[in-house]
């Protein structure tokens, strides 16, 4: 089993920045393919962006494309999501999950364990 836990989310204008973080603990983080996911209130969770074990290949949705860049530090255990050009439509509370096939996945049902999520509240 592996613990997440996310930080990073906050309030930012339009336009701005956020980079958010997801530490794991417990097995070994570099097995898993990893993912963050979105829920706004009302909607059902969505996919943003995913990454492989290794980090060699990721796949973001297509809402998300050149704005949101997913990247991985296995030796920190340390899965990141960096959002540029945030737009209001990404408010949302942002979860990391872990996914034991290491194979990158668009659907959440392939993901094994999730983080308590962050926060991201985009003002215009």
């Known amino acids: 089993q592996v613990h997440l836990v996310e930080s990073g989310g906050g309030l930012v204008q339009a336009g701005g920045s956020l980079r958010l973080s997801c530490v794991a603990s417990?097995?070994?983080?570099?097995?898993?393919?990893m993912g963050w996911f979105r829920q706004a209130p009302g909607r059902e969770r969505e996919f943003v962006a995913t990454i492989s074990w290794g980090g060699r290949t990721t796949v973001y949705a297509d809402s998300v494309k050149g704005r949101f860049t997913i990247s991985r530090d296995n030796a920190q255990n340390t899965l990141y999501l960096e959002m540029n050009s945030l737009k209001p439509e990404d408010t949302a509370v942002y979860y990391c999950?872990?996914?034991?096939?290491?194979?990158?996945?668009?659907?959440?049902?392939?993901?094994?364990?999730w983080g308590q999520g962050t926060q991201v509240t985009v003002s215009s």
């Open positions: 999950g872990a996914n034991d096939d290491g194979v990158v996945s668009r659907s959440s049902d392939a993901y094994d364990f």
């Open positions: 417990g097995r070994t983080f570099s097995r898993y393919a």
